[in-house]
């Protein structure tokens, strides 16, 4: 019978150490030191007394766990779920199906495909307004810009609300640009703007002909019992939510990673072919979720120390992407990686289902910028960070460029 | 003993194929030959009872990719008639005979026949083994047959089933347990199956059997009596009553084999009458029979796709590097596609004595149900939640207790663990 993990004040003193630097926005630019020190021990308890993990085997375990709840009411600090992203089976599995369901195939087979114009022209369109520029930024004019546009596209936003909507999409962003999931007064209220113009676009599609837009097909759906306007509103905020500030960053952290590279930033623009496969290496080496929280249902014995039921429980991908005891030489961005099964995108059950999308995205824009960009240079290495240690990404990254090629 | 230089294998289908690359893939320079019944390159037999019946792919597109060159002697068509183990030779029907170093038995299974000739030789009786086969029945189910009687409600059957019923065509199964994949699965899912099998539109008739066939004067099918009284009226018939290992050509070998396969160490090193491992004969695939750890010491025969693949390298393991002392300690894992309902199976839960749903629930149709033996998890099966059950593949792998205590997302709505029953008919052997 396993004792349950009882550290030694020492022990917890370096625990509560580790974990502070980890939060510490100072280390943001760099964090993987760190992740290499939390590798050195299968568990830490940080001062909250969430359990801590770091090990790529240790998390391929639990990330598959069904004694792992994303229910936040299970976990020590408690909540409630804001989506199907913090829910259980059955609830979870039900919404995350019908979403699936007029995402991706089989019954929306080519939704992605049909989606690959407009995602080349929004690229060439944010690239053409550069071409006066001697300097840019990144973040604010690619990287935020292009995901909010995917996302109006794909949930059906008229062409001229767009504007309004990337806004608030990006206010959102910015609101979680913290060290923890508070939100702001502020937040507050434009969520729920946010969410009233959704309701209102349902509202229009329950009145009028549904499109072929992703609302449509959700408002439309009755196959699992039909969906309840809040709940189509929830599913439309959780695609901002996980799928807007995680693919900026994926941009973001893929534009510095290759102007750090200048072989590898020459290489993409030599053969634009190899994109995906950069992007997935970007995916392991520098994700942009950095951290998933669970909740233990009951007892749970991993690397020899027994996690005790309703403890939290925080998954450090980015630190399993880097373990010398899966990938060989975990800490050099190598595009030609073979059996790269990294955590970029979660796994199991949750396992992010804008990844296809998200990958298309990244690719196109790492592409395109490689092939356009004429001489780009970083003005600042490292870059200003966000403040949020689990969504990763520079605050700001400005770029000098000498033009831009047609 | 001399290191080998000439390994026959004899089977060309998956065990054989994967024996061959594995020894190449491990260094083996010496002179490789695979003999095979079958005059097709090695090919993929669970479509021929899914995709191939629905359409999708055509009987010989059914071929299976090569993992790497072989660089080996192909002697296709040529089926083994007996083992020389004094002269170390293997005979073949054709009057040729091939001798070896070392030799692999890899030669699968055939479907049993129905018992009465006569009424197996009858137009629209099928079985479903072979590409041929698949072809002809494709042929008779094109020709829009009035109704199909399916024999035998085991994986190939309701996967026929299931393919009739896609095209729109009347079914009707006769099983001779309870449910249909009992013997694999138990009762408690069998149960479940049976009710999607009849939501589907299945005749589905279980605990009989079916006593004879009868022709309509022209040489063809009409139907066929059941044990309890009944007459079905079926211008098709699919036999699928199970498969007998193709070890006749072991009979006079010595080595432990018979309809069952050939019995064998957890090396995949052939054992003779008195139990003694040849040193230089191993089985693989099918036709291998063997005590797994999760069988309690039952000896067992996988008819499973990931077992030809495992045991591939457990034999080009033991046959290279005798003192490497491989044993297969891997867990089965099989799979099947019916009625819309996605199965994934891991473990050996056929030895299990009891079984419980931990996940999901029977009437929402998805959950996880565990399999026990004396208080040990061997086996777990999926339906349509098979993201969860690489979990379970790591309880039982490392030891995991039955019945499974913790607690878990999704649990049954219901306290009620239900204790299913496995059949006492267990197939028998001619």
């Known amino acids: 019978m ?139 004019e690619i990287s935020y810009p292009f995901p909010g546009r995917v996302i109006a596209d794909l949930l059906g936003v008229p062409r001229e609300d767009e504007t309004k909507f990337c806004a608030w999409a990006e206010a959102i962003a910015h609101a979680s640009d913290r060290d923890s999931g508070y939100r702001s007064k502020e937040a507050e209220r434009t ?87 950069f992007v997935e290496e970007l995916l392991r080496y520098e994700p942009p979720v950095h951290i998933i929280y669970r909740g233990s249902l009951c007892d749970i014995e991993i690397g020899g120390v027994r996690i005790p039921g309703g403890s939290s429980v925080q998954l450090v991908l980015a630190s399993a992407n880097r373990d010398p005891s899966r990938f060989e030489r975990p800490d050099v961005f190598d595009p030609d990686r073979p059996h790269n099964q990294h955590f970029g995108f979660g796994g199991g059950i949750h396992s992010c289902f804008g990844a296809p999308l998200a990958r298309m995205e990244a690719q196109i824009a790492l592409s395109e910028l490689t092939r356009r960009l004429v001489s780009p240079e970083l003005v600042e290495d490292p870059p200003p960070y966000q403040l949020n240690p689990t969504l990763r990404g520079p605050r700001e990254l400005r770029v000098a460029i000498k033009g831009v090629i047609e | ?116 000739p006569s009424e197996q030789a009858l137009a629209g009786v099928h079985g479903l083994r072979t590409v041929e086969d698949a072809s002809r029945l494709l042929a008779d189910l094109d020709a829009g047959p009035s109704r199909v009687l399916v024999i035998g409600g085991g994986f190939t059957g309701s996967e026929v089933a299931s393919a009739c019923r896609d095209r729109g065509l009347p079914v009707t199964m006769v099983e001779l347990n309870a449910a249909p994949l009992m013997p694999a699965l138990g009762r408690l899912v069998g149960d479940w199956v049976a009710a999607r099998q009849r939501d589907a539109g299945v005749d589905l008739r279980c605990g009989v059997a079916v006593t004879r066939l009868f022709a309509d004067g022209s040489g063809r099918v009409a139907g066929a009596e059941l044990s309890d009284g009944c007459k079905v009226a079926a211008d098709l018939v699919v036999v699928s009553i199970g498969a007998v290992r193709n070890c006749d050509w072991l009979a ?156 878990v997302v999704d649990p049954p709505r219901s306290g009620a663990l239900a204790r299913p029953v496995f059949p006492t008919i267990q197939p028998s052997h001619p």
């Open chain 1, 2 to 140: 396993l004792d349950t993990f009882v550290p030694s004040s020492v022990e917890i003193e370096a625990g509560a150490r580790l974990l502070n630097a980890i939060a510490d926005p100072a280390n943001r630019p760099n964090p993987y030191p760190l992740y290499q020190t939390l590798r050195e021990q299968p568990v830490w308890r940080d001062a909250g007394g969430a359990y801590v993990l770091g090990r790529y085997n240790d998390i391929k375990s639990l990330i598959h766990d069904p004694r792992l709840s994303s229910d936040p009411a299970n976990s020590a600090q408690g909540g409630s779920a804001l989506s199907f992203l913090n829910m259980d089976p059955p609830d979870h599995d039900r919404l995350r199906r019908m979403t699936m369901r007029h995402f991706g195939p089989p019954a929306n087979a080519s939704r992605l495909q049909r989606m690959t114009p407009v995602l080349r022209a929004m690229a060439r369109m944010l690239i053409d307004r550069l071409s006066d520029r001697s300097e840019f930024d990144v973040v604010a």
């Open chain 2, 1 to 116: 003993m001399t290191a080998p230089a000439n390994v026959v294998i004899v089977g060309a289908s998956l065990a054989g194929l994967r024996t061959a690359e594995a020894l190449r893939d491990r260094g083996y320079k010496g002179q490789l030959t695979l003999i095979g019944a079958e005059p097709h390159a090695p090919y993929d037999r669970p479509p021929l009872s899914k995709q191939v019946l629905a359409g999708w792919v055509a009987p010989m597109q059914t071929t299976l990719p090569r993992l790497r060159s072989v660089d080996a002697v192909w002697r296709l068509g040529a089926a083994a008639s007996r083992l020389d183990r004094v002269r170390r030779r293997v005979e073949m029907k054709n009057g040729d005979s091939v001798s070896y170093d070392r030799v692999v038995i890899a030669t699968g299974s055939r479907s049993r026949a129905w018992p009465v």
């Open chain 1, 191 to 277: 969520f729920q703007e946010l969410a009233g113009y959704i309701m209102g676009l349902i509202n229009k599609r329950r009145r009028d002909a549904a499109g072929d837009d992703l609302l449509s097909g959700l408002v439309n759906d009755t196959q699992d019992g039909a969906l309840r306007s809040d709940e189509i509103v929830r599913i439309a905020l959780l695609l901002l939510l996980a799928g807007h500030e995680t693919t900026v960053n994926l941009i973001s952290n893929g534009v510095l990673t290759l102007l750090r590279r200048p072989h590898a930033f020459e290489r993409l623009r030599r053969q634009p072919a190899l994109a995906p496969a």
């Open chain 2, 252 to 407: 006079d070998s010595n080595l432990d084999a018979g309809p069952a396969g050939c019995v064998c160490d957890a090396g995949c090193r052939a054992l003779d009458r008195s139990g003694a491992p040849a040193f230089d004969i191993f089985v693989c695939g099918e036709a291998a029979r063997f005590r797994h750890p999760l069988s309690g010491g039952r000896l067992v025969s996988l008819e499973h796709w990931s077992a030809a693949t495992d045991q591939a390298h457990v034999v080009a393991a033991n046959l290279l590097q005798p003192r490497s002392a491989t044993n297969d300690d891997n867990l089965p894992r099989f799979w099947s596609s019916q009625f819309g309902i996605s199965l994934r199976a891991s473990g050996l839960p056929s030895c299990a004595d009891e079984a419980m749903v931990v996940q999901g629930s029977l009437e929402s149709g998805r959950f996880i149900c565990l399999y026990g033996r004396k208080a040990r998890m061997v086996g777990a099966v999926s339906i349509n939640q098979p993201k969860w059950i690489a979990f379970y593949e790591d309880q039982i792998m490392s030891g995991g207790r039955f019945p499974f205590g913790c607690r």
